[in-house]
């Protein structure tokens, strides 16, 4: 199994108080907030023509905290994720912003959210919870336009084995919109 590497690099730059505090385009305010939108076309525009892809941007406006979630279809390195985050501070002013920045790679057990993340994990194991609340297990076999199908997991009896066996003969089509939440299971091989 490939456990993708995460990193988290964080900047903490001080604010002026006073005369020319938060004139930054992407800032507007020590008590407003970092454009969510912006800093999303920020990176989009960077990863544009790669393998990697933003999963998600947050932006809490309590403590000026962004947290930005990469995948990528040949995984993420560290490298990558230093690189984008150094290109996301270029766009701040370091003597007008106080802001907190982490890069990092989606991790083992994160819901997958996008479509491409589903095609980068067949052949793996999956949980699927619908949405009322049911559980289903097993491998994610094939992502069509509306859902997946995998090959359900076949209870085990007696003795834990390391890795779950699956039935080729049980495909199961679940449709995107029963998906509730969908994580990758780890493998211990």
């Known amino acids: 199994m490939c456990v993708k590497k995460c990193i988290t690099f964080a900047l903490k730059i001080d ?72 290109h996301i501070e270029s766009f701040f002013d370091r003597e007008e912003e106080d802001f907190e920045l982490e890069v990092s790679s989606v991790g083992v057990g994160t819901p997958l959210t996008m479509v491409r993340q589903y095609r980068n994990n067949i052949g793996r194991l999956i949980q699927l919870t619908g949405p009322d609340d049911t559980k289903l297990r097993g491998k994610l076999v094939e992502v069509l336009r509306d859902g997946i199908q995998i090959e359900e997991e076949i209870p085990k009896k007696g003795k834990r ?8 003969e049980k495909l199961c089509f679940v449709p995107f919109a029963d998906i509730r939440e969908a994580k990758i299971q780890p493998s211990y091989k």
């Open 161 to 168: 084995k390391k890795e779950p066996d699956t039935d080729k």
């Open 15 to 86: 604010t002026p108080i006073g005369e020319g505090a938060g004139k930054s385009p992407l800032l507007l305010g020590i008590t407003d907030m970092i454009n969510k939108d912006k800093i999303t076309e920020i990176i989009n525009e960077y990863l544009s023509g790669s393998d990697k892809f933003l999963v998600e941007a947050r932006v809490n406006p309590r403590n000026n905290k962004v947290m930005v979630f990469l995948d990528g279809d040949s995984g993420v390195a560290i490298s990558d994720c230093a690189k984008l985050s150094r």
